[in-house]
């Protein structure tokens, strides 16, 4: 470098020579593709001035010009035209700057030296808010230019830091995932679960462009001085308003460094018919390629090959145990309460953890913080109310929610004795409440209650409940630090009454309680790196179960499993690495140690035989508190993004897991009876690695997202179960499961739309699931140790989502999938041994039933659209199950007068019409 | 987990208000799988006896399908042969067989249709002795228990079979009958005593793996509930004792789940059972049962009706008197049957044959071992 340019120094001297001053000189010159070192040396010469420069910005120009007394303001105005060089002039010491994109100011300004103490001062802090006090809270002054930051005279050349929170400018709700961003150089970032943002920017004039489903896209233009706070508000998007487009998130599916993750919005959840016209998450997460389930009446869903127990459901991190009501026709999830979901399939962030396959993260809408609004909906079985509201206004508020069904009435209808003495409700609640302590500390509370009753005939009373709650603390620390403390608790419970015999009735009982504790951090180190570290802890508590007398007249011996708990805490590291514009890392690790404690007794097999009755050697008891066994290991969570183009990226993704609790079902679906285990000194915890990789296209300018993701999932100490386990009320269960290796590998296509008139998505999947019993003490394995598919193994699925809008107030939503039947178990014959008939079983599920296909079709009325009526309502009709076809959900084979019978049972034997009335105010 | 279906099934009703159980025959159902059973032991120093047949189609009444004419062999690792000849039931037997402890030995079975099968071979597993079989007398009813052991500590494993017998009695002499509008001696009088006999039906295993020494102690057997027939005048039982390797243990223990276990409130899936016996020519085919050699231990014991007295079962036998001029009006009918009558002439009836004639429900023949 022939001159360094520095600025300081430049400055001070400046000061020292204000006095002379001179006129600047004139150039007469001809330059024909001379390099800027010889044209520096022509000005020197001929007009006496000196110019600072960096040859590294210089060096690829060539100048071709003629000059005839030229001044030199004109020559240099000339000279640098469309170059992105700047010059400053002056003439006291005959000197010139010429600098990349900020202009060099040669003089100070006003009072500059009287300042500067008190400035130096406040560069002490970490982070200067000039707006400090005064916020920046952006409504019409979109036209202004908002400058973050300490403001100073000049920019130094360097990167800083926004954050902020985005809300809606109506409700004052907070916006999740909302992007912010700048084109040149492309940078952005979304908003978290609280609405918060934060982004890294070079210092200087930017127009920052903020996105959110269904807002209105805003354009703000800034200049960032220094790290600095700005909150934005959005409005939301209002239909007549042609003009404006909905982009959200369009850049996200191709720049997000995370793959496999799914995000819903509610308003996107809504458009999707659903059995009863009841919006639900759970069923519009198998619209998703990767997401299945064995049937329409069970309670999970499984990912890439996971069974239904490794799946994380949070509610506003509380975990969901059963997240269905009425055997999986509605989610327990009321959605007007949510905010939107988000499916982590396979970059599983490190704060998560302690399930296999993938997290479904439930967040909570927060209440309007600005006025009192209430929604109602009505159905042929179902209803919901919420009302929602500020507390103390723009600083608090409440949102509560409650569902219930009144399906009885079809009950009664049916003409058979048994069906009409049962009947079958549920009913859910929610409350949620906000509050802003101050710009800096943030109070969230989230409370959470489903049960649903089932009783059979009029003496089997069946039901189960989920109590949760959760306590949130958001501090912002700094505006490179914030934290998030919660603490949460969970319980599932079940129950199963039978008083048919007053002699043998009974009561049947299970519980889960979960308490949580976490404490999470994001920290902004520098412009490259943003680290989330964090601890949690989760204490469990089960009652396997309890089967007692009913009644005074029962002579049921009572049988109680004893309670087990296990202390589950983890340590967690997260960076997001931006190497370059191209390439980002996300390198997380997260180490998780398990505790299985006492009080309780653990039975100890003969080592090298079958598990069994007869192979237990001792029964050892340990006291409260004790370690029986700890189990503990590192999970790497690793993913990286290279961008080949704008519009086109690759991804790739390396993750393992560790789960320790465990729920054991032998039933194809899952039924709310089934019961968890923790890991104990027998039962050893899962543990599941899994590698993807994808390629993501945008065309259209994001309108249509394509992507294509590949994975390879494996899978170890998986639980299966012995044939003819007995799972309930078990004293030895580690008897009846042996461990199992799996594997899932698999592909997903997808095509999305996300706005305009017609929107929606295609998605293909092919998929295997496979398991092998690779025990060396399980005994008779199953299907001789070979691989063989999982229950929920369907090949080919092809979903369609899509959306069309005919106008502002109609619209029609269509739903069809098709996907491959899953395996069955069948009986193929029968035989005499051993003194008795006996039944003849294929291998474990090597049949499939017939393959399923299903349309629905819903048509979405809107009441009239303006705005300043009282209430607001609309009107949704369609049809579930419009082919009429009979899907298969599950076999049986039942003796019938000396020979066995097959039947096969559809669980929508018809098309299945609904409406739904709903109503705002 | 039936109940379950069936309230998913309802749920959907209550949403279609329609039908949503359909017959169901998937092809393979339909299709006669015919795949060959073999069960028994070898057994060295007792009569051996393997019955081997086929499976038969879910929906065929017949659930025995013998498997006839096939050629089965034991052969031994020491080149030894022993054929075991066959009956029209799929029976094949060989006398009292002196084996060899050192040798193993392994099953082959060439079948009239050509299809060829061929066992893992397994040793000789002598089976202990019988300690004991006793019973218990409850409000319930007897349960007869099984204790055994071995000192050497190298059984582990057993298998029972029992085959109870028992008295049948019935309470009246049939002296007379109603022919042709009269009555006359009955002759022969039907047999008021009788034996009857039932088989093990069920699986009944034991092990003493989790124990220090190789004891069983208090093996369940047989529970004869207090209202059965079968202790009403006097009961015995055969046990047959088998030892059994560890491998035909599980079998045994997966066959009882997989047949036994089911059909409760909630049903666990079934599994399919491999055991140690395949097809030559086609590795994939199933063979259903497994092959094992040893020996066979016995004991007989009796129950007399005085030592479990009161006993709850006795033969109802509502005894009617018809007065001579009545006799067309009651026995002509020809359900109610004379039996014996008084000084005055008057007849007595029943319409109960269980109370005159014991052979209508078991045989009249005494067993040989009876005692």
Redesign the interface.
């Known amino acids: 470098m022939k001159r360094v340019l520095v600025c300081y120094i430049a400055c001070l001297a400046l000061l020292t020579a204000r006095a002379q001053e001179r006129q600047p000189g004139q150039l007469t010159a001809n330059f024909n593709g001379a390099s800027f070192e010889q044209f520096v040396q022509e000005v020197e010469k001929q007009t006496g001035y000196y110019i600072y420069y960096a040859p590294l910005q210089t060096d690829s120009l060539q100048i071709t010009a003629s000059f005839l007394n030229s001044p030199l303001t004109v020559v240099l105005e000339q000279v640098l035209q469309n170059t992105g060089l700047e010059f400053a002039l002056d003439p006291v010491s005959a000197v010139i700057f010429i600098s990349q994109g900020q202009k060099i100011s040669t003089s100070l300004p006003e009072g500059f030296f009287h300042q500067k103490a008190s400035q130096s001062a406040k560069e002490q802090q970490i982070v200067i808010d000039h707006f400090e006090g005064n916020t920046n809270r952006l409504r019409e002054k979109e036209d202004k230019v908002v400058e973050i930051g300490r403001k100073t005279p000049t920019i130094t050349p360097g990167m800083a830091r926004i954050s902020g929170q985005i809300r809606n400018a109506q409700s004052g709700e907070l916006i999740i995932g909302a992007t912010v961003q700048i084109d040149e150089p492309f940078s952005g970032a979304a908003t978290d679960a609280l609405g918060n943002y934060t982004l890294s920017l070079p210092k200087g004039r930017h127009i920052l462009k903020v996105r959110s489903v269904g807002m209105q896209s805003r354009e703000y233009r800034i200049i960032l001085y220094s790290d600095g706070r700005l909150d934005l508000e959005l409005r939301d998007q209002v239909d007549q308003l042609k003009a404006v487009v909905i982009q959200a998130n369009r850049e996200a599916n191709v720049t997000q460094t995370s793959m496999g993750v799914e995000k819903m919005d509610i308003r996107a959840i809504r458009k999707v018919p659903t059995v009863m016209g009841e919006p639900d998450v759970l069923r519009v997460m198998l619209t998703l390629p990767g997401v299945k389930t064995v049937g329409e009446a069970s309670t999970g869903f499984n990912v890439r090959g996971g069974s239904v127990d490794q799946n994380l459901i949070l509610f506003n991190e509380a975990t969901v145990y059963n997240p269905a009501h009425l055997f999986g026709f509605f989610s327990a999830i009321n959605s007007d309460v949510i905010e939107g979901v988000e499916l982590y399939k396979s970059s599983i962030p490190a704060r998560y953890g302690g399930r296999l396959s993938s997290v479904l993260k439930i967040s909570p809408r927060w209440g309007n913080k600005k006025k009192v609004e209430g929604k109602a909906g009505i159905g042929l079985l179902t209803s919901r109310f919420t009302i929602e509201g500020p507390i103390v206004k723009d600083r608090s508020s409440f949102i509560l929610g409650g569902r219930a069904t009144y399906s009885n009435w079809v009950l009664r209808l049916l003409d058979n004795a048994e069906f009409r003495n049962s009947s079958g409700s549920f009913h859910d609640l929610n409350l949620n409440l906000t509050h802003e302590l101050d710009q800096r500390n943030s109070l969230y509370l989230t409370a959470y209650y489903s049960k649903d009753q089932f009783k059979l005939r009029s003496d089997t009373l069946w039901g189960y409940e989920n109590k949760n709650a959760t306590l949130k603390w958001k501090r912002i620390f700094s505006n490179k630090l914030e934290g998030e403390f919660t603490t949460s608790f969970s319980r599932y419970n079940y129950g199963v009454n039978s008083d048919s015999e007053p002699i043998s009735a009974f009561a049947l009982s299970f519980d889960i309680n979960q308490v949580n504790g976490q404490a999470g951090f994001i920290y902004s180190l520098d412009a490259r790196h943003t680290l989330q570290f964090g601890l949690s802890a989760i204490h469990y508590k089960l009652k396997p179960g309890s089967f007692l007398p009913l009644g005074e007249q029962s002579e049921v011996r009572a049988d109680v499993l004893e309670p087990e708990q296990a202390l589950e805490t983890a340590l967690y590291l997260e960076d997001e690495f931006d190497v370059s514009d191209k390439l980002t890392l996300t390198l997380g690790l997260r180490y998780s140690l398990y505790n299985y404690l006492g009080p309780k007794q653990v039975i100890s097999y003969a080592s090298g035989l079958p598990r069994s009755e007869n192979s237990m050697l001792d029964t050892v008891a340990y006291a409260a508190g004790s370690f029986i066994k700890n189990y503990h290991g590192p999970e790497y969570r690793l993913s990286a993004r290279y961008l080949l183009s704008p519009t086109l990226s690759v991804k790739a993704s390396v993750n393992s897991l560790r789960q320790y609790i465990h729920m054991l079902s032998n039933t194809t679906a899952v039924s709310p009876t089934d019961i968890w285990k923790l890991s104990d000194p027998n039962i050893r915890p899962q543990f599941g690695q899994q590698v993807s990789l994808g390629l993501y296209k945008n065309f259209r300018n994001g309108l249509i997202e394509t992507s294509l993701e590949g994975y390879y999932k494996k899978i170890n100490d998986y639980l299966d179960y012995k044939g003819g386990a007995e799972l309930i009320m078990n004293h030895a269960i580690e008897a009846e499961v042996i461990n199992t290796e799996g594997k899932a590998y698999g592909a997903e296509f997808m095509v999305k739309k996300s706005s305009g008139k017609l929107n929606g998505w295609l998605s293909y999947t092919y998929s295997r699931t496979l398991l092998r019993m690779d025990d060396p003490n399980a005994g008779e394995l199953i299907n001789r140790g070979n691989w063989y598919p999982a229950n929920h193994d369907k090949p080919h699925d092809v979903t369609l989502i899509g959306n069309y809008r005919f106008s502002h107030r109609f619209s029609v939503s269509l739903n069809c999938t098709y996907s491959t039947g899953r395996p069955i178990t069948l009986p193929i014959g029968k035989y005499w041994y051993a003194g008795s008939e006996r039944v003849l079983y294929a291998d474990r599920n090597s049949y499939r039933i017939p393959d399923y296909f299903r349309t629905d079709i819903a048509l979405n009325i809107e009441g009239n659209h303006n705005l300043k009526q009282l209430t607001h309502n609309s009107w949704t009709i369609g049809v579930y199950n419009a082919t009429g076809r009979r899907n298969v959900y599950s076999t049986y084979f039942v003796s019938e007068g000396g020979a066995i019978k097959g039947y096969r049972l559809s669980i929508f034997g018809t098309i299945i019409p609904f409406i739904n009335y709903n109503i705002r105010f | 987990?039936?109940?379950?279906?069936?309230?998913?099934?309802?749920?959907?009703?209550?949403?279609?208000?329609?039908?949503?159980?359909?017959?169901?025959?998937?092809e393979?159902?339909t299709?006669a799988?015919?795949?060959l059973?073999i069960?028994g032991a070898l057994n060295s120093g007792a009569p051996t006896e393997l019955r081997l047949?086929?499976?038969?189609?879910?929906?065929?009444?017949n659930?025995?399908s013998p498997e006839r004419f096939a050629v089965v062999s034991v052969e031994s690792d020491g080149g030894n042969m022993i054929y075991l000849t066959g009956n029209a039931n799929g029976i094949y037997t060989a006398p009292d067989l002196d084996l060899n402890p050192a040798h193993r030995y392994r099953l082959r079975i060439q079948t009239n249709t050509s299809g060829e099968y061929l066992s893992d071979y397994v040793t000789l597993k002598p089976t202990p002795p019988i300690d004991s079989i006793h019973w218990v007398q409850t409000a319930e009813g007897v349960q007869l228990y099984v204790n055994t052991h071995d000192p050497l500590g190298s059984t582990r494993?057993y298998r029972w079979?029992y085959e109870e017998t028992w008295e049948v009695r019935a309470p009246y002499r049939a002296e007379f009958e109603y022919v042709d509008r009269q009555i006359v001696p009955r002759d022969p009088i039907p047999p008021r005593l009788c034996w009857a006999q039932e088989?093990?039906?069920?699986?009944l295993i034991?092990?003493?793996?989790?124990l220090v020494r190789d004891v069983i102690f208090n093996q369940p057997l047989v529970f004869i509930p207090h209202t059965s027939w079968k202790l009403s005048q006097r009961y015995s039982l055969l046990a047959k004792q088998y030892a059994l390797s560890?491998e035909a243990?599980?079998?045994?223990?997966?066959?009882?789940?997989?047949?036994?276990?089911?059909g409760?409130f909630?049903?666990?899936?079934?599994?399919?059972?491999?055991g140690n016996i395949y097809s030559v020519n086609n590795a994939q085919e199933?063979v259903?049962?497994y092959f094992d050699a040893g020996s066979v231990q016995e004991q007989r014991i009796y129950i007399d009706g005085s030592e479990v007295n009161p006993w709850g079962y006795r033969v109802r036998c509502d005894i009617v008197m018809v007065s001579p001029d009545s006799l067309d009006f009651y026995f002509g009918g020809g359900t109610l049957q004379p039996l014996y009558k008084d000084d005055e002439g008057n007849y007595y009836g029943s319409e109960n044959i269980d109370c005159y004639d014991c052979s209508a429900k078991a045989n009249p023949v005494k067993p040989d071992f009876w005692e």
Not at chain 2, 1 to 26: H, Q, R, T
């Open positions: 987990m039936k109940k379950w279906w069936n309230f998913a099934a309802l749920i959907g009703a209550s949403l279609s208000v329609s039908s949503c159980v359909d017959p169901y025959e998937p393979i159902i299709e799988q015919n795949y059973v069960e047949s086929r499976t038969v189609g879910l929906a065929d009444p659930t025995y494993y079979e088989n093990s039906a069920q699986v034991g092990s003493s793996a989790r560890r243990f599980e079998y045994y223990q997966q066959l009882k789940k997989n047949t036994e276990e089911t409760s909630f049903d666990p899936l079934p599994v399919e059972l491999r199933p259903i049962g």
